[in-house]
């Protein structure tokens, strides 16, 4: 959703660095013994930057969610660093916590479940403002301010969540949101719950506070298409690790690592003919339990270029031009002279192997 | 056209409930014929009726509250008029269902074997290990791996794209010649999407059983049907194949719904073309055309409701719901990017084949 500037001019407002979020999986009596741990993110290093969108996608179960709720420190992480405007957040107490929050924002998938039921919609939007200390006539001043500008009637605010449809009470989550002048606001499954008429509506209405107010947004999704409209880059998540990051745009036209190729793939066109004419491979099989995650590149049971290194090396984020990353031995999309050109990223997982993916395979 | 004699008659079908704040019209007068072998898919938003018409053919509507109208013919025999018995006969066996949500259709404590068993047995007399083996044949061809040892999991101890396999084999265990699909993807990953329209794709092939989809999402649509029907607040507003309303659409209803799509095979546009408004409660619907408060288009005639059918020279089975004539509707299509849809980056280039 960006305008003015390319991204690179920006200011950098996030930075993610080998964050792992792993939970322990207790037995026994009252769950004194730890047997294992489920490696909802392992590693994950990225950075967004001032009035950016990075899209975060993957299917369910790849830790996007815990990957955004660890960003906005509702779960804090097991290793690695967060810094956000270049503060280490990633083990903050609650006091600062407070002052974060007031930067950094997050709109639920469900608006059903994220609205209180009993509270009107006044008081659910006035909650932040009172808690970051606006009160009175100020604060209510302020939300129906904040209604307006998300596309609601001021004079809603003494109605429930439920006299709204599910797209107004999207609006009135974003409202929320709003309510603190955040500069970034991680939105997970913002639209996925939405009818596709009104999903469009919820876009464009992010798309213009995101103009007009500056914001940054990492917002997570599974739907492809609907982070294609929004992003300015994208990163694909499987099983936990970062698969590949690109520029929205190239994601989609030059996918390097098989398992984004073979998500695109997937996903049926919405018309007939274009359906029919494209090459379609189903991938086989499902993703694997992240208890015990494969050794190697994670894909490597379900992918169909898989070869003896996959099952033993997990591959390092190889960067190719245009700042586009990709954690794969076998890179499809790319010219032998792009693979000889490629770099070892430093957001490369610490477990990695050095070994760059050579061209003989291309 | 040369279409087969339909095994399925639905004509003016029409369900109201009963409750507390009025009647609520759910399903309004909805037509439509299904072939053997043939893919449907019944499109629209939630609350459009689209589920309701499918499970009121399956007799599952059959409540105090609720007032059915119409005809539903399935072979000779009236789906709305006969008796529990004669419906019970028919469900499951020649007309089955695929829901949604699969864990609310499976029983959370009997092992998903036993269920598909049990299943196979009530409509037909064969031995228990039979059944077993038959049970186990039905999940392998549903594409569920280790089917054997799977058929003694529970359904909590599934995912997702396994438990609706699983729902695919039950629904497929008395070789129905009609298969409801209600959003049958709509919770799974696309990879496993993928897989499940396979299994649908090979089932047509294999046993010439006719398919009605129920879903939002025109990639499914696209993807796998051979039909399409667009419904709108409880009405079909459009009907015809799946190129007539993809590369033809004639109700701006069906336009909006084109264009509001964000696409992974089109750059992003500056903004997405969206439906102004919102869709009516079922139980206080405008008058005339329900589309009509949200339509840029339209006009004094809107006021009575328009009836479905062809305005087409040369094409009878493609029928629609709306007052415009033909020639403006292919103009204002073109013409007005930010409502319709059909267009292609920046509304520059309308699709081909439209014309």
């Given at each position: 959703m960006s305008s003015a500037g390319a991204p690179a001019e920006r200011e950098t407002l996030l930075e993610v660095e080998h964050v792992k979020a792993h939970f322990p999986i207790k037995q026994g009596w009252l769950g004194g013994r730890t047997v294992g741990q489920v490696h909802a993110v392992d590693d994950m290093t990225f950075t967004l930057r001032e009035g950016e969108t990075?899209?975060?996608?993957?299917?369910?179960?790849?830790?996007?969610?815990?990957?955004?709720?660890?960003?906005?420190?509702?779960?804090?992480?097991?290793a690695g660093t967060i810094r956000f405007r270049g503060r280490d957040v990633s083990h903050s107490r609650r006091r600062e916590l407070t002052v974060l929050r007031r930067e950094m924002q997050m709109v639920f998938q469900d608006p059903n479940a994220s609205l209180n039921p009993r509270k009107r919609v006044g008081q659910i939007v006035g909650m932040a403002l009172r808690l970051h200390g606006t009160r009175g006539a100020d604060a209510d001043?302020?939300?129906?301010?904040?209604?307006?500008?998300?596309?609601?009637?001021?004079?809603?605010?003494?109605?429930?969540?439920?006299?709204?449809?599910?797209?107004?009470?999207?609006?009135?989550?974003?409202?929320?949101?709003?309510?603190?002048?955040?500069?970034?606001?991680?939105?997970?499954?913002?639209?996925?719950?939405?009818?596709?008429?009104?999903?469009?509506?919820?876009?464009?209405?992010?798309?213009?506070?995101?103009?007009?107010?500056?914001?940054?947004?990492?917002?997570?999704?599974?739907?492809?298409?609907?982070?294609?409209?929004?992003?300015?880059?994208?990163?694909?998540?499987?099983?936990?690790?970062?698969?590949?990051?690109?520029?929205?745009?190239?994601l989609y036209t030059k996918p390097i690592h098989p398992y984004t190729a073979a998500l695109l793939e997937a996903i049926p066109i919405p018309e007939p003919r274009e359906n029919a004419s494209r090459r379609r491979s189903v991938v086989a099989g499902e993703p694997p339990n992240p208890i015990a995650p494969p050794p190697g590149c994670v894909f490597h049971p379900r992918c169909p270029h898989a070869t003896d290194v996959c099952r033993t090396v997990q591959p390092p984020l190889a960067g190719y031009a245009n700042g586009h990353l990709a954690a794969c031995h076998h890179p499809r999309s790319v010219s032998s002279r792009e693979i000889a050109a490629a770099v070892r990223d430093p957001a490369s997982p610490l477990s990695a192997g050095e070994a760059l993916p050579t061209a003989d395979g291309v | 056209m040369g279409r087969p004699d339909p095994i399925l008659e639905v004509r003016d079908l029409e369900v109201c409930f009963v409750t507390d704040e009025g009647i609520v019209h759910a399903v309004d007068g909805v037509s439509f014929d299904l072939c053997a072998g043939e893919i449907l898919a019944v499109v629209g938003e939630s609350g459009c009726g689209k589920s309701v018409t499918a499970m009121t053919l399956l007799g599952l509507t059959r409540s105090p509250n609720?007032?059915?109208?119409?005809?539903?013919?399935?072979?000779?025999?009236?789906?709305?008029?006969?008796?529990?018995?004669?419906?019970?006969?028919?469900?499951?066996?020649?007309?089955?269902?695929?829901?949604?949500?699969?864990?609310?259709?499976?029983?959370?404590?009997?092992?998903?074997?036993?269920?598909?068993?049990?299943?196979?047995?009530?409509?037909?007399?064969?031995?228990?290990?039979?059944?077993?083996?038959?049970?186990?044949?039905?999940?392998?061809?549903?594409?569920?791996?280790?089917?054997?040892?799977?058929?003694?999991?529970?359904?909590?101890?599934?995912?997702?794209?396994m438990r609706q396999r699983v729902m695919i084999a039950m629904a497929l265990s008395c070789d129905p010649s009609i298969l409801i699909a209600d959003e049958p993807t709509t919770a799974l990953d696309v990879t496993i999407q993928a897989q499940i329209l396979e299994r649908f794709r090979e089932l047509r092939m294999r046993t010439g059983a006719a398919l009605i989809l129920v879903t939002h999402d025109l990639g499914v649509v696209a993807d796998i049907a051979d039909r399409v029907a667009v419904m709108y607040a409880g009405r079909i507003v459009e009907q015809g194949s799946l190129e007539d309303i993809f590369y033809?659409?004639?109700?701006?209803?069906?336009?909006?719904?084109?264009?509001?799509?964000?696409?992974?095979?089109?750059?992003?546009?500056?903004?997405?073309?969206?439906?102004?408004?919102?869709?009516?409660?079922?139980?206080?619907?405008p008058a005339g055309c329900h589309l009509r408060p949200r339509c840029p288009h339209a006009f004094h005639r809107c006021d009575q409701v328009p009836p479905l059918q062809s305005r087409l020279a040369g094409a009878p089975a493609h029928l629609d719901r709306c007052w415009l004539e033909v020639e403006r509707k292919r103009t204002l299509r073109e013409v007005a990017p930010g409502t319709i849809g059909l267009h292609g980056p920046d509304g520059a280039e309308p699709a081909k084949g439209a014309a």
């Open positions: 990075l899209g975060l996608v993957g299917e369910s179960g790849c830790g996007k969610t815990t990957l955004a709720r660890t960003v906005m420190r509702l779960i804090e992480p097991t001043r302020r939300v129906r301010e904040l209604l307006q500008r998300v596309g609601l009637s001021p004079e809603h605010v003494n109605r429930f969540p439920h006299e709204f449809s599910g797209g107004q009470r999207q609006r009135i989550g974003v409202a929320r949101a709003l309510a603190v002048d955040p500069k970034l606001i991680v939105l997970d499954e913002p639209v996925s719950a939405l009818d596709v008429s009104i999903q469009a509506q919820i876009i464009n209405l992010l798309d213009d506070l995101q103009h007009d107010l500056g914001l940054s947004y990492l917002f997570v999704a599974h739907d492809l298409s609907v982070v294609r409209h929004v992003s300015d880059r994208i990163a694909v998540m499987y099983l936990g690790k970062l698969m590949e990051i690109a520029p929205a745009q190239e | 609720a007032r059915v109208g119409g005809a539903a013919t399935y072979k000779g025999v009236d789906l709305l008029g006969c008796s529990d018995e004669q419906l019970q006969r028919i469900r499951g066996a020649e007309i089955a269902l695929i829901s949604q949500e699969s864990i609310g259709a499976l029983n959370p404590v009997q092992r998903i074997g036993g269920q598909i068993i049990e299943q196979i047995r009530a409509h037909e007399d064969v031995p228990k290990r039979a059944a077993r083996e038959r049970a186990i044949e039905l999940l392998e061809r549903a594409g569920m791996p280790r089917a054997r040892e799977r058929a003694d999991a529970y359904p909590h101890e599934l995912s997702g794209g033809d659409p004639q109700h701006p209803y069906t336009w909006g719904l084109l264009g509001a799509i964000a696409r992974i095979d089109r750059p992003r546009r500056a903004r997405l073309p969206t439906i102004p408004g919102l869709a009516p409660s079922l139980s206080e619907r």
